[in-house]
């Protein structure tokens, strides 16, 4: 019946509930676990998931990494709760906030064999959340629990995400002059997965034939909005605009990843790592991210439903040409954009270069 959810339909519910505190239900073949963000997670909630000591905390290897914890699953590891496990434990084993002022004290005792599958996909759900990327999973024997506690579930063997990304439509364009290229126009992009919409502006009218001028900004609300000094972003979109409403025609996609990817509140928890003296790299990894979490796929879909197949691309991140390659997207030139570097965000830029390979 069309009326009931899809696979992309209860996957975005699963990521609101983890945003909420709510556990999740995940099934693969006759077993099923319910997994909980640990970051949403309250007390109560915790001595239902945790109680019969049956749960285990799943947290990345860079976490894991951070805490001397043995990742024997590779991408993850999971750690037993000792008998005295409490919810402020399980928070500080996610969150490195206080990893300088109050270390952990291990060792940890991780699990070895047995499948991690729940566990996998319980971490990439809170990520997509825009989560800390820890997890409480406990197997769930009573197939009938889920549903009687009215819980969202997936199956992973049918409700993982394609591996082609998500595909969008746009829901509206109009005319938007500014001050840096009049001939502006903006294009709201919507997903069919229910994750966020995603813009491009569009200055003058670009020859679809030719390689267009192009940018892909990933948003940054402090650098973009509020002038902040740490990055070079907001320079980065203001020369780009400039350049594309001095050549006459142009195309910028604002993606909405905030924070390479991770939330705006995981990038504050990076900063305040960083006032720690952790670089903007180390900062990920302790939090338990990859440096980058960005997905590009959403960059070449956007080009390609605007009818762009071939761009110059405003840039100095060789990541970034490689994935609109990987994605079939022609990049026929690299256009610099070096703009915006102050004494603040020296030491970023710098890190950039030595540890992600940009162009200084
Ligand atoms: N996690 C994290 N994200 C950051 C930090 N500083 C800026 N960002 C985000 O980084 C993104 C911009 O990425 P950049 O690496 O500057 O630029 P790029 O788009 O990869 O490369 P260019 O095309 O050369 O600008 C935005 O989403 C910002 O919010 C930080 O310290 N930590
Ligand atoms: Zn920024």
């Not at 990076?270 to 990920?284: I, P």
């Not at 954009?337 to 390979?357: D, I, P």
Request: hydrophobic share 40%.
């Amino acid at each position: 019946m069309s009326l009931s959810p899809t696979p992309a339909e209860r996957r975005a519910r699963a990521r609101a509930d983890l945003r909420m505190g709510l556990p999740v239900c995940l099934r693969a073949g006759g077993e099923a676990a319910l997994v909980v963000a640990t970051e949403t997670l309250d007390e109560a909630r915790f001595a239902d998931m945790a109680g019969d000591g049956a749960a285990v905390l799943a947290i990345t290897a860079r976490r894991a990494e951070t805490l001397k914890a043995r990742a024997y699953d590779g991408d993850l590891a999971r750690i037993c709760l000792p008998s005295d496990a409490t919810l402020e434990w399980v928070r500080t084993v996610a969150d490195p906030a206080d990893d300088l002022s109050a270390p952990m004290k291990g060792p940890f005792r991780t699990e070895r064999g047995g499948d991690a599958a729940f566990h996998r996909a319980a971490i990439a759900l809170a990520k997509q959340a825009r989560l800390l990327p820890a997890v409480l999973v406990r197997p769930c024997s009573d197939p009938e629990l889920a549903r009687e506690l009215n819980l969202t579930q997936l199956d992973l063997a049918t409700d993982l995400p394609p591996a082609e990304g998500a595909s969008y439509d746009e829901v509206v364009s109009a005319r938007l002059p500014m001050a840096l290229a009049e001939s502006g126009r903006l294009h709201i992009f919507r997903p069919d997965d229910g994750a966020e919409e995603h813009y491009a502006v569009e200055i003058g009218q670009p020859d679809r034939s030719k390689p267009v001028l192009a940018r892909l900004h990933s948003a940054c609300f402090t650098g973009d909005l509020l002038g902040s000094l740490k990055c070079d972003c907001g320079p980065q979109l203001r020369g780009a605009l400039a350049a594309m409403g001095r050549e006459g025609s142009g195309i910028l996609l604002y993606l909405n990843q905030e924070g390479r990817g991770i939330g705006l509140a995981n990038k504050m928890r990076a900063y305040a790592l960083q006032d720690q003296g952790f670089d903007t790299v180390e900062a990920n990894h302790r939090l338990g991210f990859e440096d980058d979490e960005r997905d590009f796929r959403i960059g070449a879909a956007l080009l390609r439903e605007l009818g762009f197949s071939s761009v110059r691309l405003m840039t100095n991140n060789p990541a970034k040409i490689a994935m609109m390659r990987a994605q079939g997207i022609k990049v026929t030139e690299r256009v610099p954009l070096k703009v915006g570097k102050t004494e603040e965000n020296a030491a970023y830029l710098a890190t950039k270069a030595a540890k992600s390979g940009h162009l200084l």
